[in-house]
């Protein structure tokens, strides 16, 4: 048996993987199992495994990037899930301390990478958002939101749309934020514009959106100027902190969404004060971000090079610790557990069907790269540690409704 092949029999027990080395030989793991993919895999050289061992998750991927692991039964999207369903987050069994090693890693691996100074943040976000627009409108819904979706299939049924679920999750947002007329919101984060659009549509408010990417700053004011709202929805190339001096207390709302990610740990209390200062005494947050459900960890090797420079997944310990000094009060949190799955699934579909298309853009190399970076990511949510928070902060324990209810009726009359 390979070295290989003893990793993948201690790692696969339910579901198969067939390995086919270079000189042809085959080695089989796992039982089919309902549920659990089946897949096969031919190494083009002898050294991939070396490769693989050396490094297992950067490896991996670099050697599918390269064309010298190949999927030939299922795909990369089946090969990733295959090995992290067999030991998933909520395997149970009986737990125990982490070791100190695993700590002191933990604490290391990275560290660097996250520091987010003002000027390495611009350059961070223009490696995964400035290259180009054209990818983006091939693989995410009509508004262009690159966020976790909200997935209602009670409501919407089994065959609910990626678009639809996008709505939802604006309006969704839309009602936590509690929004007036006349209101000034600011959007950390905005993307491509989709949000504070909607935001002004729906409810009147005015709203500044701010990003660090200059591709996502000429979609958004090219969209703002083409529905007539350029005078009410503004977008600015600036950095939250550099706003934040330039003017304290001019906002009664702000909303952030899939922005957080890029903070990095070392910024993350100049993130929250920044936001305290540029709100009202009466204001009112909404942070949506991607979250780890297992307290503190480290980014992938394979994402802090290839995908989210700077990026780290916050805990939500790590998240509310940072905010509490500013007296923002946590007045909702919701964990979305499972609706990044349903959304990166639909991303990866789109991105395959549009395969040829995107090899014309950039070259094959990047296009498997940008599905083992779907696949690995849904993997995580499905299976991993991985989830999404939605956090609602206020400066007043006064100035939001004292139950829910006004959430969920808000969001029936936005749809309506």
């Known amino acids: ?67 010298r692991l190949v999927v030939e039964k299922g795909d990369i999207m089946q090969l990733v899930q295959l090995l992290r369903a067999n030991k ?30 003002l000027g390495r943040s ?30 209602d299939f009670d409501k919407h049924g089994p065959d609910m749309s990626l678009e639809q679920a996008q709505e939802d999750k604006k309006a969704h947002i839309a009602a936590k934020l509690d929004l007036k007329a006349g209101q000034r919101v600011l959007d950390i984060g905005c993307g491509w514009g989709g949000m504070a659009l909607y935001l002004h549509r729906k409810t009147g408010v005015e709203v500044l959106g701010i990003t660090l990417s200059e591709e996502q700053l000429k979609k958004a004011r090219e969209r703002a100027e083409k ?23 001019a906002f009664d709302r702000i909303v952030s969404v899939g922005m957080f990610e890029h903070v990095g740990t070392p910024q993350f209390r100049t993130f929250f004060r920044s936001c305290a200062n540029l709100m009202t005494d009466d204001g009112v947050m909404l942070l949506h971000t991607i979250g780890r459900m297992g307290g503190p960890g480290t ?13 780290y997944i916050p805990a939500l310990s790590e998240t509310v610790e ?23 699934r639909e991303w990866y579909k789109r991105t395959v069907q549009n395969r040829e298309k995107i090899v014309v853009l950039y070259d094959e190399r990047f296009y498997r790269m940008w599905i083992f970076y779907l696949a690995g990511a849904t993997a995580a949510f499905e299976n991993g540690g991985m989830c999404n928070y939605q956090i609602q902060y206020s400066r007043s ?20």
């Not at 009410?232 to 190339?237: A, C, D, M, T, Y």
């Not at 980014?299 to 990026?311: C, E, L, Q, V, W």
């Not at 139950?403 to 969001?411: D, L, S, V």
């Open 122 to 151: 611009k350059s961070n976000v223009a490696h995964h958002y400035d290259i180009g627009n054209d990818l983006y409108e091939l693989f995410l819904d009509e508004d262009l939101q690159y966020s976790c979706a909200y997935w």
């Open 397 to 416: 324990k006064r100035t939001l409704p004292l139950t829910r209810g006004y959430i969920g009726e808000t969001e029936k009359n936005l749809a309506g």
């Open 322 to 344: 940072a905010s509490e000094p500013y007296r923002l009060i946590a007045t909702d949190v919701e964990n979305l557990r499972l609706h990044y799955a349903f959304t990166l």
């Open 1 to 67: 048996m390979s070295i290989l092949g003893r990793f993948l029999k201690s790692v696969v027990e339910k579901g198969s993987i067939t390995v086919t080395h270079p000189d042809g030989e085959t080695e089989a793991f796992g039982t089919p199992t309902a549920g659990y993919p089946d897949v096969g895999i031919r190494l083009a050289d002898k050294n991939v495994v070396r490769q693989i061992l050396l490094d297992p998750r950067l490896g991996a991927a670099e050697t599918f990037m390269d064309g």
């Open 227 to 249: 529905e007539g709202v350029a005078d009410k929805v503004k977008f600015e190339l600036i950095d939250y902190r550099d706003l934040a001096r330039r003017e304290a207390g």
């Open 299 to 311: 980014t992938d090797a394979f994402t802090r090079k290839y995908i989210f420079p700077g990026g």
């Open 88 to 117: 998933p987050f909520e395997r149970g069994g009986k737990l125990k301390d982490p070791g100190v090693l695993k700590k002191m890693r933990d604490h290391m691996a990275g560290s660097l990478d996250r520091i987010n100074l």
